[in-house]
């Protein structure tokens, strides 16, 4: 089982810590929060999840240093548990949760007074100063207004302060800024009105009210929605058992999951997840590992198999050992690696970063132009319509939809890869993905099983095929080759013991020799039996046409004749023909790479449609290939399992592993398949699509919106049509702007790659 015989397929940041922060709200408190805990000693990285508010810090500082810099950089964090994934995600959810109703309680209040007074001027109703009268029914207006600026907006003007503080502005600093105006100029015209001309003597009460109202449903909702990004997370989380029935002794205890250590033997019955990764020590089964593979065929698990927690045990009872527990098992890991992923930002991402840290004081000298540009040379009131252009610039321009542009995609196609049995390992792999043009693959264990099988064994003469089989396996039971254990597992299999042998040696490149019962035997190749005198005749026509289906042959001579050949081959995986076809529709460029000899290599290809291939390679020439590839201009992604893989996987644009492959192949990876299915290309290729898809289509809509939106709000229809956007209609579609967002980035989870079960048994 892939990731149960591969530990490091997620390993594990040192020193990995998780916090949650409030207080930050848009992408310019990202790279501000980021900056600050990077600058902390021994903080090696720091990554934000903007939609969830939390921050990875890897490194080994303490928790009360990491506190301290959120804090200094205006913000309240508090430290999340990493050795319970589910217990930590609970008290995230929580967290929302009271969040949530906090929103909606402000939203209530502010809309309560706001929507009244706002039905009052639409029915007609003087929203102007100008009798005792009016001052005093509109300044218990005003008080109830800054009751409710306090109470459900307070949390906009103590985040513009903090921001201020530090020198440095935000999107509170927006609204607290707009909302402050509008809320002062309409005190001053209740307090002062003598101070305004008759025209000017207009109150934007019901603007403040309804901005703060707006702008809090909007964040309410966006909580709600982001919500559903978290799914692929939760979906690993619940595979986690929550008990394990422990061996000790004479007893059999259930106990927490959390109380079971290395070593311990666990029953696990029929329907049961199985709770730890470990080896199962007597029973046999069919374990369905979809849940983390993708794979919808039940594997066969016997004594020495490898199992993994999170794994569902389908009809027999099982005893294993504990091998790994806790935050080391594969499922602990992959989360670990799933939340990694998400965090971490695409290179167009990064893009709407800087662009968003010098958006918002660019809006607010935006708006102090459009004030200026009004007040002298607009007409009157002057001074009120400055104050509402400048209010309403200040309100539409928040970046809150520029922010989650990236994150919320990023989120959501982690996530589905995830659920696709692909590891994406972070987001620069995931946009590298959907620009592949070439995709190189490694032979042997990615497009064959990687594990040869002894396929014809051809007698020559009078000898039965058991014995020339028995005295193959005899010869190679002294071997370490891959062929010679395929021929040594073969006669086992058909219960052929070796025999005694003596005088064995080993003929570098050429094969084996070896004395059987006082018989000299050869076994290896052509060269071998021409230089030992053995007369091969017509025989070497039926090698050759073994070899010309990517079969080895070897001859096995006894006492100076020929007694047989025997055919190996590594099959060819049962769905690589249609994985690589649905690469080629995609107009990807496939190329096979092996050290394995040109005819064998020819075969292969042909099989699976392969045109261009390159045999005989060594380690250092697949790295040479790749680079070959790059220098042409192509997009390249690389796939092995091998070792000798490792160099090329690390230098492709996009490496990927099969997850049943080396650790050192893994770890030189972007990208891993957990099953060993070639379909996992094309699936991370579509969903890599379907991503950086979404992810513009945000982007795109969060720059359309505010490039248009801005110059609107500072009047440049006014002169052309009379129309001056409204502060009250600009929180709306600020609003609007960000849960617009968040539910593009929501499609994502009903994408689906196009390899089914029926596409990958064929």
């Known amino acids: 089982m892939p990731a149960a015989e591969h530990p490091s397929i997620c390993h594990q940041a040192p020193g990995s810590q998780e916090m949650v922060v409030q207080g930050a709200g848009c992408a310019s408190c990202v790279a501000k929060i980021e900056t600050a805990l990077k600058q902390v000693p021994g903080v090696s990285q720091a990554e934000m999840n903007f939609p969830l508010r939390t921050v990875t810090i890897v490194g080994h500082a303490s928790a009360e240093s990491l506190l301290e810099a959120v804090a ?39 809309l309560g007074v706001g929507v009244p007074l706002m039905i009052y001027g639409l029915a007609g109703g003087a929203m102007t100063v100008h009798t005792g009268g009016e001052r005093l029914a509109w300044l218990a207006v005003g008080l109830l207004t800054l009751a409710v600026m306090l109470f459900s907006g307070r949390h906009f003007y103590v985040g513009a302060w903090q921001s201020l503080t530090h020198h440095s502005a935000n999107m509170d600093t927006l609204i607290a800024l707009g909302t402050g105006t509008a809320w002062a100029y309409s005190m001053v015209v209740v307090l002062a009105p003598a101070a305004l001309p008759d025209m000017a003597r207009h109150v934007y009460f019901e603007a403040t009210t309804m901005i703060i109202g707006l702008i809090n449903l909007g964040l309410a909702l966006e909580v709600k929605a982001r919500g559903r990004t978290s799914m692929a997370i939760k979906r690993l989380l619940g595979l986690q058992a929550k008990t394990a029935r422990v061996v000790r002794g004479k007893e059999e205890l259930d106990i927490a999951i959390e109380r079971v250590v290395l070593g311990d033997v666990v029953r696990v019955r029929p329907g049961e997840k199985i709770p730890v990764d470990g080896e199962v020590v007597e029973g046999t089964t069919a374990v369905d590992e979809s849940m983390l593979t993708g794979e919808p065929m039940p594997v066969m698990k016997a004594p020495g198999s490898e199992v993994v927690a999170g794994t569902l045990n389908k009809n027999g009872t099982l005893l294993l050992k504990a091998t790994r527990v806790g935050k080391d098992t594969a499922l602990a890991q992959i989360i670990g690696m799933v ?57 539409i321009a928040c970046p809150c939809a520029l922010g989650l542009a990236t994150p919320m995609s990023v989120m959501v196609g982690v996530g589905k890869a995830a659920e696709a049995g692909v590891l994406i390992r972070n987001g620069e792999a995931l946009q590298s993905a959907a620009k592949i043009t070439a995709m190189v693959l490694d032979k042997t264990g990615t497009i064959t099983e990687g594990k040869p099988l002894v396929t014809d064994v051809v007698v020559a003469g009078h000898w039965p095929r058991e014995q020339v089989l028995q005295l193959a396996a005899t010869l190679e039971s002294g071997s370490e080759h891959p062929l010679a254990l395929a021929i040594v ?68 001579a006894v006492a100076g004749q020929l007694a047989a050949i025997i055919a190996v081959a590594d099959p060819i995986k049962a769905d690589s023909v249609a994985a690589i076809h649905r690469l080629q529709e995609q107009g990807i460029r496939v190329v096979m790479l092996t050290g394995d000899n040109r005819a064998t290599a020819q075969a292969v290809a042909a099989k699976v449609g392969i045109s261009e291939f390159f045999a005989e390679v060594l380690p250092a ?28 996987l690390a230098l492709a644009n996009v490496g990927f592993a099969i997850g049943t492959g080396t650790d050192v192949a893994i770890e030189s990876a972007d990208v891993i398949l957990m099953r060993g299915s070639l379909h996992g290309l094309a699936d991370a290729i579509a969903v890599s699509k379907a991503t950086l898809g979404n992810i513009k289509q945000n982007l795109w809509g969060a720059f359309i919106y505010n490039a248009a939106g801005v110059p609107i709000a500072a009047g440049l229809l006014y002169p052309l049509f009379g129309i001056l956007l409204s502060p009250v209609i600009a929180g709306g579609a600020m609003a609007l702007s960000s849960l617009t967002v968040v539910s593009n980035a929501n499609r994502l989870r009903l994408f689906k790659a196009r390899a089914g079960i029926e596409e990958r048994a064929s």
Do not use: C
């Not at 970063?353 to 009157?380: C, Q, Y």
């Open 489 to 556: 597992e073969s006669a086992h299999a058909e219960g052929l013991e070796p025999r005694q042998l003596s005088d064995f040696q080993a003929l570098t490149g050429r094969g084996v020799q070896a004395q059987v019962d006082g018989q000299p035997l050869l076994f290896g190749n052509e060269a071998l039996m021409h230089e030992q005198g053995v007369e091969l005749g017509n025989w070497q026509q039926q090698a050759q046409a073994l070899a010309a289906e990517a079969k080895t042959p070897m001859y096995l």
């Open 72 to 110: 200094a950089a205006g913000y309240s964090g508090q430290m999340v548990s990493t050795e319970n994934p589910s217990d930590a995600l609970a008290e995230q959810e929580q967290s929302e949760a009271v969040y949530y109703r906090q929103l909606l309680r402000n939203t209530g209040i502010a």
């Open 339 to 395: 939340k990694r992923a998400q965090n971490s930002k695409p290179p167009i991402g990064r893009l709407a970063d800087v662009i968003a840290g010098v958006f918002v004081p660019s809006i607010m000298i935006i708006a102090v132009v459009a004030a200026l540009a009004w007040l002298n040379f607009g007409p009157e009131p002057a001074l009120a319509f400055a104050m509402v252009s400048a209010t309403t610039v200040l309100i």
């Open 621 to 648: 020439q697949k790295n040479a290939k790749v680079a070959e590839l790059q220098a042409a201009g192509e997009t390249v992604g690389m796939t092995g399992d091998g070792i000798n893989d490792a160099p090329a």
